[in-house]
């Protein structure tokens, strides 16, 4: 009869150690109520010397979905340089807005006929809990998303005059124009309950691109040429929407991908771009201009 020997492992690699030097942000769980009273929960990124009673600008990264999640865990971004973001002194708010997971039925149903609006709601006032507190500069204040992350982020380009810059990848910007061209047009029926030829009023309430004229914020729009869940179109759209109304805008299209940006160098451009971007607007740097 075999006796087993004490456990006792051993590291193999040291693929952690490459770390070691970087001080990363801390995160924390935040709450706050929205306009229309509901509880909303999201993710704060600090800087590792973050100091009480300082404000720093904050940027709101808004992830897709609209059923996706963000958790208090460091963990591997591909498109928004959230630890390059902190270092340079930000806040970084991750909002689990209404239609988010692991909330409940009743939470994931409150932005069905209400996409955007209630988003948008949501944000703003998780941007304004931090600025009431003492923590956000007012002055400095930005927004980025990737396909429903998108979509929010333009509807917040156009819906509110309060960003200093913002970024959309992958974005909706007009729900006709997504719904003639995306791969599952069961989502925009689920969501908005009719087609644009039965219902044309909630999916113009419910677009970006019909509060064009009210739109001032500085915004980068980044898609993949081949996208076929949120078609490139709608990049176009909003690009020429921009520029026809003035608003510094630059459109970054990538060539050969489809919805999601996945091979490294790519990704990697992807994120200095919008580092770049904030750095601009943000920071006030010129060197990107």
């Known amino acids: 009869m075999s006796v087993l020997s004490p456990f006792d492992p051993r590291p193999l690699s040291g693929l952690r150690d490459q770390l070691t030097p970087f001080r990363f942000g801390t995160r924390e769980l935040i709450s706050w109520k929205s306009a229309d009273g509901t509880a909303i929960e999201g993710v704060l990124v600090k800087p590792p010397d973050y100091q009480a009673g300082k404000r720093y600008p904050l940027l709101v990264v808004i992830h897709g979905g609209p059923t996706g999640v963000d958790m208090p865990v460091l963990d591997p971004d591909r498109y928004y340089p959230v630890e390059q973001l902190v ?26 006929r209400n996409l955007g609006l209630g988003d948008c709601d949501d944000v703003l006032a998780g941007v304004d809990h931090l600025i009431k507190r003492g923590m956000a500069d007012p002055a400095r204040l930005g927004a980025m998303g990737w396909s429903q992350g998108g979509y929010i982020s333009a509807f917040l380009a156009t819906y509110s005059e309060r960003f200093r810059a913002i970024s959309v990848g992958a974005g909706i910007s007009d729900w006709t124009t997504y719904y003639v061209n995306t791969d599952i047009h069961p989502f925009t029926r689920q969501y908005l309950k009719a087609t644009p030829w039965d219902d044309p009023d909630i999916y113009r309430r419910t677009s970006p691109i019909t509060y064009l004229s009210r739109a001032r914020t500085p915004t980068l729009i980044q898609h993949g040429e081949n996208d076929k869940r949120v078609p490139i179109p709608n990049a176009y759209e909003l690009y020429q929407g921009l520029k026809d109304r003035g608003v510094p805008t630059r459109l970054i299209v990538f060539k050969g991908f489809g919805h999601g940006i996945d091979k490294p160098k790519q990704q ?7 580092l770049a971007w904030f750095d601009e607007w943000i920071w006030e740097s010129r060197s990107s201009r």
Do not use: D, H, I, T
């Open 87 to 112: 270092a340079k002194g930000a806040l970084v708010l991750r909002p689990n807005y209404r239609g988010s997971a692991g909330y409940g039925e009743k939470f994931r149903s409150l932005n069905v």
């Open 268 to 274: 990697r451009a992807l994120m200095e771009q919008n």
